[in-house]
């Protein structure tokens, strides 16, 4: 899930690699609050400055919910199998008969 995506905004910006370190998430956390009070504002021109592991660049409120979007599409095949994954554990994990050697 850290290793990031990539995004092509379609325009002169390019392709970037968007990052999805624990580090990342924070700064997410910081442009997806101002985002979605520039929507709440009706607000969808104003520019905000992010930094994607291809460099710096300039998105609106709209652009990064699609960011957003895509970084779902993206992550949510992950989380799916994680989730199967979880499933075939057995509930008493602890129990020593699932982990002596024959």
């Given at each position: 899930?850290?290793?990031?995506?990539v995004?092509?905004?379609?325009d002169?910006?390019?392709?970037?690699?968007?990052?999805?370190?624990p580090?990342?998430?924070i700064?997410?956390?910081e442009v997806?609050?101002?985002?979605?009070?520039?929507?709440?504002?009706?607000?969808?021109?104003?520019?905000?400055?992010?930094?994607?592991?291809?460099g710096?660049?300039?998105?609106?409120?709209?652009?990064?919910r699609?960011?957003?979007?895509?970084a779902?599409?993206?992550?949510?095949?992950?989380?799916?199998?994680?989730?199967?994954?979880?499933?075939?554990?057995?509930?008493?994990?602890s129990?020593d008969?699932h982990?002596?050697?024959?």
């Open positions: 899930l850290s290793l990031g995506f995004y092509a905004f379609g002169a910006r390019g392709v970037h690699h968007i990052g999805t370190s580090a990342d998430m700064g997410w956390g997806s609050t101002y985002a979605g009070a520039l929507l709440d504002s009706g607000d969808i021109e104003t520019k905000i400055a992010i930094v994607t592991d291809t710096p660049c300039h998105v609106t409120a709209p652009e990064w699609a960011i957003e979007i895509a779902a599409v993206f992550r949510q095949p992950i989380w799916a199998r994680s989730f199967l994954l979880s499933l075939s554990l057995p509930t008493d994990y129990s008969a982990w002596k050697s024959a």
